[in-house]
């Protein structure tokens, strides 16, 4: 892990934010919604990359999961070429 999402980890944990803040920064940053973004911390999926590890079905299951979430999570996965289980 580089320096900088070190810091902001160190800097989350000393302000006393929760996990979620912890770990689903990438999601907020593509502009997810809570519930989705929720759904893939306690899948823990932290990161576009992580999707590899799961399938679309999987991904569409998840509890808190839209619509809007998951073509999103699609068009930034095209972007970076990266494919579903």
Do not use: C
């Not at 593509?30 to 999987?58: C, F, H, M, N, Q």
């Amino acid at each position: 892990m580089s320096q900088k999402p070190q810091r902001a980890i160190k800097r989350a944990v000393a302000a006393g934010r929760d996990d979620y803040d912890l770990h689903d920064q990438e999601w907020q940053r593509i502009g997810l919604s809570t519930p989705a973004r929720r759904a893939l911390v306690d899948a823990k999926l932290y990161k576009i990359s992580d999707l590899r590890k799961i399938s679309l079905t999987e991904l569409t299951a998840l509890h808190g999961m839209g619509k809007s979430a998951i073509a999103r999570i699609k068009v930034i996965m095209e972007a970076k070429k990266i494919n579903f289980r």
